[in-house]
């Protein structure tokens, strides 16, 4: 993301009241698995595969800097084979929104899926990917958090990761009532060459599933995750989970 767009977040959410503030922490996911796809999967937004079936269902999204679960439901999946990466969510969304339809263009300013991996631990390598509701895709690779962000790599980097999208409602219809979306997708092995490529059996890479969610009934723009972020920014894999890969 732009630089200074989360310390625009932030001070946005300093300014909450202590009411949008619960004590307790709500639930998020520290630790998942990533479970091979037993059998073919197109890629089409229709999640009627058995391999889905067998899949862990990542459904604790939330917003975990003000200790509240997320407005609106989502339910994700991952998958693996020898080729591909497999990603699919199911997003509850009643006012569906999007604008960008450049390949590698600024999809967070639409109700957008995105999933971070940080391969590696020990090196600052970590990657982006984002469709969003009118299926436009962001691949990002970043060296590190450092280096100069989506300006300087968006245009240098095309993974070939595929995807589809199915909605259940009205794009940009503000005044209708949508139910939301669902998005299915692949990244081949390749787009993680930088880290070592296909990771083997047992392999635990960070991970953090996230979205944002526009809506008019909404004060501001829903940011969510599946890590225990202490901060609103996606890219802080300090605090991201661990994913296995698993046999």
């Known amino acids: ?54 899949a862990q269902t990542l459904q604790d999204f939330a917003v975990y800097w ?34 960008v339809k450049e390949f590698n ?5 639409d109700d957008v899926f995105e999933l971070f991996f940080k391969p590696d631990a020990d090196k600052l390598t970590y990657y982006e990917f984002q469709v969003n509701v009118l299926n436009t895709r962001l691949e990002l690779f970043l060296p590190s958090r450092g280096a100069g962000g989506y300006e300087r790599f968006a245009p240098l980097t095309r993974f070939g990761m595929e995807s589809a999208v199915k909605l259940k409602g009205t794009v940009n219809d503000w005044k209708d009532r949508d139910q939301g979306w669902v998005v299915e997708g692949r990244i081949p092995w390749s787009a993680f060459d930088a880290s070592g490529g296909r990771p083997k059996a047992g392999a635990k890479w960070r991970f953090a599933l996230c979205r944002y969610d526009y809506s008019t009934a909404f004060d501001r723009v829903e940011l969510s995750s599946t890590a225990p972020l202490t ?3 996606f890219h802080r894999y300090e605090d991201y989970g661990e994913l296995t890969f698993v046999k």
Do not use: N
């Open 1 to 54: 993301m732009p630089r200074g767009f989360w310390a625009l977040m932030l001070f946005a959410v300093s300014g909450c009241s202590t009411a949008e503030q619960p004590t307790a922490d709500p639930p998020v996911i520290r630790a998942a698995e990533c479970r091979p796809a037993s059998d073919p999967i197109k890629i089409d937004a229709v999640l009627d595969e058995a391999a889905w079936q067998k």
């Open 105 to 109: 263009g600024t999809t967070w300013h």
């Open 66 to 99: 003000l200790k509240r679960p997320a407005k609106s439901g989502t339910k994700a999946r991952l998958l693996w084979d020898d080729r591909y990466l497999y990603f699919a969510a199911e997003l509850d969304d009643s006012d569906l929104y999007g604008q």
């Open 231 to 233: 901060q609103p920014d």
